[in-house]
């Protein structure tokens, strides 16, 4: 069955990079886009951006300039890196799958702190 | 970008109530609408897409409607389970959330 999991780093340092894996099964990179998706505690959810089928990406244009994902369709894993991040940046990051984001992964929760 | 506002933003109701909840976009989303249910950490969960087609798996009691700017969550006949924050979002063009509506039991 479709399954996605993401995994990383619980905390951060400010100025630093975050480097996120999503580990999906059931279903091909090829065929289905991914997507990132992050939610500060306790509040709203927030698109952050997008590896497409055919490896384009998409990304959030108040993260653009920090932000890039890619993929290594052998391993189905998709990867996030933002960098110099701040503490806004707390949040659970989520992937979830296809344009209508149908399945999605449990979250990693991601501390900006020093 | 396309702001989606929801109302309420918080919404009490009992056990067996019709319950409608709405989602206004700033623009036309030409039904590219989707609404999903959060239940406390949880992840999100799509129950309609599209405006109006009903996930696999999903309940009958869950339907959504609307055009244009304007769309609507409804459930019919409200369960205990159902208990959740619910978060529209259009991806008609940069994909983009409401802030949600809670749902509370009375």
């Known amino acids: 069955q479709v399954q996605l999991k993401e995994s990383g780093p619980g905390l951060v340092q400010p100025s630093q990079t975050l480097s996120l894996t999503c580990t999906v099964s059931g279903f091909s990179l090829t065929s289905n886009s991914v997507h990132w998706v992050r939610q500060p505690p306790g509040k709203g959810l927030e698109w952050v951006g997008a590896i497409w089928s055919g490896g384009s990406t998409d990304y959030n244009s108040a993260l653009k300039s920090r932000l890039s994902i890619s993929r290594d369709t052998s391993k189905s894993q998709v990867f996030l890196k933002m960098n110099s991040l701040q503490t806004e940046d707390t949040a659970i990051y989520f992937c979830?799958?296809?344009?209508?984001?149908?399945?999605w992964g449990q979250g990693v929760m991601v501390t900006v702190s020093s | 970008d396309i702001q989606m506002t929801q109302s309420p933003s918080v919404l009490s109701a009992s056990v067996g109530d019709r319950v409608t909840l709405n989602c206004k976009a700033s623009?036309?989303?030409?039904?590219?609408l989707n609404w999903y249910q959060q239940k406390l950490g949880e992840a999100p969960k799509l129950l309609i897409y599209n405006t109006n087609n009903l996930q696999t798996g999903i309940p009958s009691r869950f339907s959504g409607s609307g055009s244009g700017t304007d769309y609507t969550l409804t459930i019919s006949s409200l369960q205990p389970e159902d208990v959740a924050t619910y978060f529209c979002?259009?991806?008609?063009?940069?994909?983009?959330f409401g802030a949600g509506t809670k749902l509370e039991l009375k």
């Open positions: 979830t799958r296809s344009r209508i984001f149908d399945y």
């Open positions: 623009q036309n989303i030409n039904k590219y």
């Open positions: 979002f259009q991806h008609n063009s940069w994909p983009t």
